[in-house]
């Protein structure tokens, strides 16, 4: 029996196309740091679905997911959501790390050193 599909749905192929046109300036700041393997030889999606949820980043090797969180994260209604999204992603045997969006214009070196903290295996 085959496993089942949970990364890159073909129903949220649309949805994905259209977050990756429309970077907020964060995602787009820290993209700027993560693609082409630049973040110690790490492989980063940007905007990658898992089941039903579209990931800020997703760094395959490491099943590490990185969100980025705005304005519209801070209330009770959407903290109700990402955690509840957090403990199925982490059911699913991914590790998932959030940062403030601030954080990445104040302080990308802390950023990128907590990302890395992460690694498993040093490249």
Known sequence: MEPKKIHSL???KEKR???RKTLTPAEARL???LK???HQNRKFIRQHSIEKYIVDFYCPGE??????DGQ???NDEAFEYDTRRTKRLNELGFKVIRFENK???QQLEWVLS???SHFKNET
């Open 17 to 19: 196309t259209t977050l």
């Open 103 to 105: 954080f990445v214009f």
């Open 36 to 38: 082409n393997s630049q």
């Open 114 to 116: 907590e990302i890395a």
């Open 72 to 74: 519209v994260h801070f």
């Open 63 to 68: 099943k590490l997911i990185v969100e980025l």
């Open 31 to 33: 993209w700027s740091e």
């Open 10 to 12: 073909p129903t949220l």
